[in-house]
């Protein structure tokens, strides 16, 4: 619950919006009449297509809302959970659960929504739900090969017919409207009423499909605030006005032996690239993910000096020029890439000893620099851990 505002609604609070969310979820479903056998199978008989309609509509709703949000970065999509499709147990399971449905009259949402209002049929076909489920729970050995097998992973349908979110959420909505116009024509035959089409009627219903049609539109045709800050930075950049601080490898590694908690070391590349090698202290914010929510509170503080680094010297520039963007001033763009400062401090050679002076002073610095560096990271690295209390035996007292 409540995932556009994670850091606002803690975890107790989110159960309560859960009840709320609940209470109102099925106080609709009531209202809609699916607590009814008589209404929710007359989707299968043709004469009552409630169900389709109301299914219908929320899914379209939901569509459109994830779309707007994600455009407007309310909502990572990028982190929502998809059921994988097992493809064998999602037919045998949907055929089970249509028969199901047609013989007792519900699904197992509604049955507990039926079970709720004090109808003894929905309170049956919840305890037969249950029964099921047990069985499934305990015989899951038996068909846990067919269950797993055909793992497709996460399937997204725009995906696989290689459209865009937004032109597939068109092109439901569109489906959807010509279904609701052609099942309220089979309604009416079976229930041998006249079709008719009044303008109050055609009015309502323009205007309900044109919404989601015009707002889907809306989106396609503004830019995501991604898009507004990569034209602005590129305008910036093309004019000459972008001109980042550096900072050098040794001052980076001198302030990090002496005071690592002042700067805040963000490397901008990919989780992982991070992960095979990182400086020391260093926080992973892959770039294309900088302006997100969750991470401009990491990089837009006042406490400590930013220093990013990346692949290459393009990228830790443009990490600097996103958090100026946001409005964070203090920020240095680090002159080595990653791969550099791992040679020159953790993998450098034996110092030279037909070096100039100079030069082995600097080849001592960065052998104990990479020490120190190494040490820093492991101390702060544990103080995220848990503290582990070994239990000890007691000696003395009566025996």
């Known amino acids: 619950m409540g995932p556009l505002v994670p850091d606002i609604i803690s975890g107790e609070l989110n159960y309560i919006i859960a009840l709320i969310v609940g209470i109102g979820f099925g106080f609709a479903l009531e209202q809609a009449g699916f607590a009814s056998t008589k209404k929710l199978v007359g989707l299968f008989y043709g004469y009552d297509f409630t169900v389709l309609r109301v299914f219908f509509t929320a899914g379209i709703t939901a569509m459109v809302g994830i779309i707007v949000l994600n455009h407007l970065d309310l909502l990572d999509i990028d982190i929502i959970y998809i059921n994988p499709t097992f493809l064998w147990s999602a037919l045998i399971g949907g055929g089970i659960m249509g028969l199901g449905f047609i013989i ?5 949402g509604t049955s507990a929504c039926a079970a709720a209002t004090g109808r003894v049929d929905g309170m049956a076909f ?3 739900s249950v029964i099921g489920i047990f069985i499934f729970g305990e015989g899951y050995p038996v068909w846990e090969g067919i269950y797993t097998s055909e793992n497709w992973g996460a399937v997204l349908m725009f995906d696989q017919l290689n459209l865009s979110r937004e032109t597939f959420g068109l092109l439901m909505i569109l489906i959807a409207s010509f279904a609701f116009i052609m099942t309220q024509i089979i309604e009416n035959r079976i229930n041998n009423k006249e079709t008719k089409w009044f303008k109050p009627t055609i009015i309502k219903n323009t205007i ?9 539109l809306f989106v396609m045709v503004t830019p995501t605030k991604k898009e507004v800050m990569d034209k602005r930075i590129n305008e910036k950049i093309a004019a000459g006005e972008c001109n980042p601080k550096i900072m050098k490898g040794d001052k980076l590694a001198y302030e990090l032996m002496n005071q690592y908690y002042k700067f805040n070391v963000v490397d901008v590349r990919s989780p992982e690239e991070y992960e095979k090698f990182h400086i020391p202290t260093a926080i992973n914010i ?13 990089i837009i503080q006042n406490i400590k000096i930013n220093v990013f680094y990346g692949a290459d010297i393009m990228q830790s520039q443009r990490a600097c020029m996103i958090s100026k963007y ?7 763009s680090l002159e080595l890439t990653a791969d550099e400062f791992n040679q020159q401090y953790f993998l450098i050679s034996e110092v030279d000893p037909n070096g100039t002076k100079e030069s082995v002073d600097v ?3 960065r052998i104990e620099a990479g020490k120190k560096l190494k040490e820093i990271g492991e101390a702060v690295a544990n103080l995220d851990k848990p503290v582990v209390k070994k239990a000890k035996r007691v000696s003395g007292g009566c025996s």
């Open 104 to 108: 007792g009259g519900f699904c197992p």
């Open 126 to 128: 919840l305890f037969g």
């Open 208 to 216: 309900a499909i044109a919404t989601p049609i015009i707002i889907v």
């Open 286 to 298: 892959p770039l294309e993910t900088m302006h997100k929510s969750e991470n401009l509170g990491t």
């Open 326 to 332: 946001f409005g964070k001033s203090d920020n240095f």
């Open 363 to 365: 080849q001592n610095f």
